[in-house]
């Protein structure tokens, strides 16, 4: 098993999740945009937070989180309602033609 990395912007939220007792975890307090890694990981995972990133900004943003990934790395990303932020899935498709749709609100971009 691998070795797991928790970003949020909320202070309550990281310290709830250090209560798990797992060595393999870490845990920062940091808004998406300012976040940086030193580690290559095999995979980013993105649950309902991609739309508190200004749309006008989500091609960088995902472009550094690419950066982010090993060569064999996936970056995965789900918003709670298409429709509603469909101009999201737009933008995305767009700037990433080998976006692949693993559902109507899950997404799956190849690292390089």
Not at 30 to 51: A, G, N
Request: charged share 25%.
């Amino acid at each position: 098993m691998g070795h797991y990395c928790g970003v949020d912007i909320s202070e309550n939220a990281i310290d709830d999740a250090r209560q798990v007792a797992d060595q393999r975890c870490s845990w920062v307090v940091s808004d998406l945009e300012s976040f940086r890694s030193p580690f290559k990981w095999d995979t980013i995972v993105m649950i309902e937070s991609i739309y508190y990133v200004r749309i006008e900004e989500v091609p960088t943003f995902l472009e550094r989180l690419l950066e982010m990934l090993d060569a064999k790395g996936v970056l995965l990303f789900r918003l709670h309602d298409a429709k509603k932020f469909s101009g999201y899935w737009k933008m995305i498709s767009r700037t990433f033609p080998h976006l692949e749709k693993v559902s109507d609100s899950l997404a799956c971009i190849a690292g390089s």
